[in-house]
């Protein structure tokens, strides 16, 4: 399969150490994800959630040919997904909250927490968040990729740890503080 | 700020939070001196840090806005137009709709757009066709698939209004068999797919709709069959391919490991599916819970839990088990064994090594619900027997025993068929035989073989026994003598001694027309006729067979070998019965340093031989080193089988009988209790090793002076006892003959006449007019019937006690001194105190040889002589017997005892014969009345 065939070379190249082929999976894997995010939206069940975790799961089965990469490759699959996933949810937040301005259909919610506040409050808060990690990009970049890794595709300590080429106590500490600094930030 | 700002701020931070709470004031007093903003925003950071945020500690989830499927509703799709959304899935949206030409509703499947492959559309017409072929009550027929004008793709199904499986099951609280029962209609739809090379590829319980029939009863419908294949991607040619690659419509959860991989689609994907809904409707859960990207290598490599062990960890155990009708305990119960491994074998990685057809999988839960063995498991015989037991669990007799020693023996046999397979193929053909044979009886014994419920495992065996004397195996004699030695094992253990020993016999004689005298199996049918003249309580002839089968082994096979091992210990228990200590203990040792030398340290037999030597060493009265050695005996079998295995309740047991010998009846309650657990844990409520345990218990009770409690255990014990044995049975008759004393001792004689009169005809029944048991059975009877005041009863059983111990046991023996005793008591309460002289003379000179001195048992027969020579007017005789044996008493078991009063009783009669009558007062006084 063309696609497939495509972001496995591109892993490869990444592995290699050619740091655009970062940038050239971007755009593939977010394609792919957003796809699958707006599939899930038309028809999913009401009150069915889906984690990001699950989509960014998903769009690796599509994109990546098993057979032939490993688990480096794997790890750097998942540093891609992770930014690609805030980008998705952040541009559906955006467009969520732009239809509640009249603009166009809804297409994407971040669902709310257990006994939380409504999902609009959660639209507000992950643009906050965005504009957080911007802030963040220039003080200390390793921390925002850290964020992406753990907070908008889920991985694991050790994922992350795996995604990034560091050890999973700096991940630890990394994601601490980060998470404490964004709250203070954010104001939360 | 800036970056260098932020490194300090986060070096502080991490610091700050390696000090306790407490202390970092000071620390940050000390850090941030002269920068109040710094150690502000540290402090800031501290607080976030600690504060809980849910919202940012989750990953954010993706859901769709709320279905209002406006987008479609009344609109036209093909023939069909929409009148409302029902529901939508990972595959697209599905709407109730009327074709209204002939006015048929359907449920209309939209699907989702990006799923909607180049090429589908052709593929989807080829597909129609074969899939509208597939009829079945429990699938939900597609009547017509097709495109709509904007190329989304839509199938027409059969409208079924109900609920998805797991929901209707968990709303109606249904049982695990009946969530069984629904599984298996849906495993029968799966399989009839299959039949017609229909793989579902997208089987999950929302696919799996459950509604109330006419009846009241469920009726179930597969949905979406073959919609995955009709929107795979690289449709492999042709219809009846039942393989396709490349298909990734998937629902994670339920996916296989070969749909992750991307590798061939099969109907073992389905059954893996299936595997998924099944551990789901048990458990609550799904066999893998790792959830994110981690789960691709959790399904691809990690193995599922049993569903037995995950229903009772986590946070909702409580409402799961409580949903199928149950404790998370009990569902744990019903769980394992069987659903455990049927689950995992349906959730194999390895598509070969699950069930090779939904056909198997749910002949599989078939013949779980019916009770039989099921394919999943391997066929071992204790396995067979288990189902068998729980089949019959109403109408078997001797379940319990039953369960217990067949499953011993033919494991026994089968290991022994695993061994030796390394020995000669005929050898291992034949012990396999021999095993098949033993599970034969219970393949007969299956309900569906037209044998039905009635059956008890003695009809079983009866007919072994009959099919080899009508000839069975009559031309292959080794295996034929094989299994007679298993059968008369088995009724050795279910303690029918009579057959045992004739198989024993026959098992014998055919070997040593075999092979002569020098073959093991000569060796091993000696050694098994020994054990079944030990139990017959023969003790020199079984003792006499062992050595033969000793010189055998050690001729044969040598000295080091497990058989050695084992005769020998045989050997030392028979030698302790017989009061040879001595010899028993020198053959014991022997024992165990073969036996440590074959085996090491931690089996079994070296366990036995521990035990048995701390026997011998309670009967000598060493208490401290046999518990020692016991100790020795539990510590092994603790580490090697486990702390709850039946094997150390045995030693438990003996352990309470060491500390019952000490007269520690606390401790000796202490340990036989926990025998007592140990056993109800793993051999239940039913079986005569628990109620041995109730047994021993009250006989701690008993002498704690605690009666009352213990007749009640001994009932307990004769109630299960009753229910395990039919007929007459030793156990049951010690523990009568236990339940007879403790009513006697509480004046309750009326109640314990038909208690010894029971415990007479059991042990004549099974031992024989002439058993020495069947004397002091009689003894004791009469000794009732006096303290009925029925004299005239009495006495002629007295006299038939006497004619029986006197021919069974050697002259001189204490029990013969007994008997007379008693004799004598009632002869001179029934007036005949001439008789009675003689008889007490004779009675007590046997007890002189047979105790020591100041013995309170000879004490209390030299009484009655006092209390005799008092009657008959030899006052000084009296005196001097009786001062004595008050003296005796009163040391041995204190003022008190009733033995004692009674003496002093007959002192009071002495003295107010003599006309002392201050004496006599005093002696009345002590008496106590």
């Known amino acids: 399969m063309r696609e497939q065939e495509t972001v496995t070379r591109l892993l490869h190249d990444l592995r290699g150490g050619r740091r655009e082929a970062f940038h050239e999976l971007l755009p593939q894997v977010y394609g792919e994800l957003r796809r699958i995010a707006r599939g899930y939206l038309r028809h999913e069940r009401a009150g069915h959630t889906f984690h990001t975790t699950d989509l960014v799961h998903e769009a690796f089965l599509k994109l990546v040919d098993l057979n032939r990469i490993d688990w480096v490759d794997r790890a750097h699959f998942f540093a891609v997904a992770s930014r690609a996933m805030r980008q998705v949810l952040v541009s559906h937040a955006r467009r969520q909250q732009a239809a509640k301005r009249g603009g166009g259909a809804p297409v994407v919610t971040l669902t709310e927490v257990p006994g939380g506040e409504p999902f609009e409050q959660h639209v507000e808060d992950l643009l906050a968040l965005d504009g957080a990690l911007e802030q963040l990009q220039a003080l200390n970049p390793r921390h925002v990729r850290v964020v992406e890794c753990r907070f908008f595709a889920g991985l694991t300590v050790e994922e992350t740890a795996a995604a990034l080429d560091i050890s999973p106590v700096t991940v630890t500490r990394d994601w601490r503080m980060a998470r404490a600094w964004l709250k203070d930030y954010l104001g939360r | ?929």
């Open chain 2, 1 to 929: 700020m800036d970056a260098n700002r932020f490194d300090r701020l986060q070096a502080l931070f991490h610091e700050a939070l390696e000090h306790p709470p407490e202390a970092r004031a000071a620390f940050l007093d000390a850090a941030c001196a002269g920068d109040p903003d710094l150690r502000a925003a540290v402090e800031r950071l501290l607080a976030a840090d600690a504060a809980p945020d849910p919202w940012f500690d989750a990953p954010p989830d993706v859901v769709p806005d709320p279905p209002d499927g406006s987008a479609w509703v009344g609109r036209t799709v093909g023939p069909y137009r929409i009148e409302r959304l029902l529901g939508q899935g990972g595959m697209g949206a599905v709407y109730l709709a009327r074709r209204e030409d002939v006015g048929l509703v359907v449920a209309l499947k939209l699907v989702r757009g990006d799923l909607a492959a180049p090429g589908h559309r052709e593929r989807l017409l080829r597909e129609r066709r074969v899939l509208a072929r597939l009829h079945h009550p429990h699938i939900a027929r597609l009547y017509d698939a097709g495109v709509a004008d904007d190329g989304t793709p839509y199938f027409a199904m059969e409208y079924v209004d109900g609920e998805d499986l797991t929901t209707y099951c968990d709303r109606r609280r249904l049982s695990v068999e009946e969530r069984l029962a629904l599984f298996e209609a849906a495993g029968r739809a799966v399989q009839h797919a299959h039949a017609h090379f229909i793989v579902h590829r997208d089987l999950k319980p929302s696919n799996i709709l459950v509604a109330d029939g006419p009846d009241g009863r469920p009726v179930l419908k597969l949905l979406d069959f073959g919609i995955a294949r009709v929107l795979a991607e690289d449709e492999a040619d042709g219809p009846a391919a039942l393989t396709a690659t490349g298909a990734r419509v998937l629902t994670p959860a339920y996916a296989a490991p070969e749909q992750i991989e991307g590798a061939g689609v099969t109907a073992a994907t389905d059954v893996y599916a299936l595997g998924v809904v099944l551990y789901e409707l048990l458990t609550g859960r799904r066999p893998c819970e790792v959830s994110g990207p981690a789960r691709l290598s959790a399904v691809l490599t990690q193995p599922p839990k049993k569903p037995s062990t995950v229903v009772t960890t986590g946070t909702t155990t409580v409402p799961v088990a409580a949903a199928r009708r149950a404790t998370p305990e009990r569902l744990q119960r019903r769980l394992a064994g069987d659903l455990d491994v049927i689950c995992l074998k349906a959730l194999a990685k390895e598509p070969e090594r699950r069930y090779a057809s939904a056909e198997a999988f749910v002949e599989d839960i078939r013949r779980h619900l019916a009770g039989l063995p099921v394919q999943a498991r391997p066929d071992t015989a204790a396995y067979r027997v288990r189902k068998f037991v729980q089949r019959h669990r109403l109408g078997v007799g001797v379940t319990a025993v039953f369960l217990a020693v067949l499953t011993a023996v033919v494991t026994l046999y089968t290991l022994r068929l695993q061994a030796e397979r390394e020995a000669t193929a005929r050898e291992a053909a034949r012990s396999a035989q021999v095993t098949a044979f033993l599970i034969d009886l219970f393949r007969e014994a299956d309900p569906n073989q037209a044998l039905g419920d009635t059956l008890d495992a003695y009809e079983i065996l009866a007919r072994g026994v009959e099919r080899l004397r009508a000839g069975e195996m009559a031309d292959d004699p080794a295996t034929r003598a094989s299994i007679e030695d298993a059968v008369s094992q088995i009724y050795l253990r279910l303690g029918r001694f009579d057959v045992a020993e004739t198989l024993a016999e026959e098992a014998l004689r055919t070997r040593q027309a075999l092979y002569g005298r020098l073959h093991p199996d000569v060796a091993a049918s000696l050694a098994r006729l020994a054990e079944v003249r030990q139990r017959r309580a023969a003790l020199p002839e079984a003792d006499s067979l062992l050595r033969e089968a000793l010189a055998i082994t050690e001729a044969t096979r040598g000295k080091r070998h497990p058989d050695w091992v084992a005769y020998a210990n045989t050997r030392g228990q028979v030698l302790r019965e017989q009061g040879r200590y001595d010899e028993a203990e020198a053959v014991l040792r022997e024992a165990l340093a073969t036996g440590l030398a074959v085996h090491g340290r931690f089996h079994e037999a070296v366990a036995f031989s521990y035990d048995e030597l701390a026997r011998v060493l309670k009967e000598r009265g060493d208490y401290e080193a046999a518990l020692s050695l016991n100790a020795e005996a539990l510590a092994i079998v603790s580490e090697h089988f486990g702390p709850h295995d039946p094997r150390q309740a045995v030693y438990l047991d003996n352990r309470g009988s060491l500390y019952f010998n000490m007269g520690q009846d606390s401790l000796a309650e202490v340990f036989h209790r926990q025998a007592l657990a140990a056993y109800r844990a793993t051999l239940g409520e039913d079986h005569p090793n628990v109620a041995v345990s109730y047994t021993n218990i009250a006989a701690a009770l008993q002498n704690q002076g605690r009666l009352e409690e213990a007749i009640e255990l001994y009932r307990n014990a004769l109630a299960i006892l009753h229910k395990v044995h039919r007929g007459p049975h030793t156990t049951v008759a010690s523990v009568l003959y236990n339940l007879g004393n403790a009513l006697r001792a509480v004046g309750r004689t009326a109640e314990a006449e038909p208690v010894f009169r029971e415990v007479l005809a059991i042990d004549r029944a099974l031992l024989g007019e002439q058993h020495v048991n069947v004397g002091l059975d009689l003894h004791v009877l009469a000794g009732v019937l006096r303290e009925q005041g029925d004299y005239a009863a009495a006495l002629p059983v007295h006299r038939q006690a006497l004619a029986v111990l006197e021919a069974a046991l050697p002259a001189g023996h204490r029990q013969v001194g007994h008997a007379r005793t008693g004799y004598g008591i009632t002869l001179l309460l029934s007036g005949d105190a001439a008789a009675a002289e003689r008889e007490l003379r004779r009675g007590v000179a046997t007890l002189e040889a047979a105790y020591e001195a100041g013995h309170w048992s000879l004490a209390e027969a030299r009484g009655w002589l006092g209390a005799c020579l008092t009657q008959r007017g030899a006052l000084d005789e009296a005196e001097a017997l009786l001062t004595t044996a008050y003296e005796h008493l009163r040391e041995a078991r204190g003022a008190d005892d009733r033995y004692t009063r009674q003496v002093a009783g007959q002192l009071a009669a002495l003295y107010e014969a003599r006309g002392q009558a201050r004496r006599a007062a005093t002696y009345r006084a002590a008496a106590g009345g």
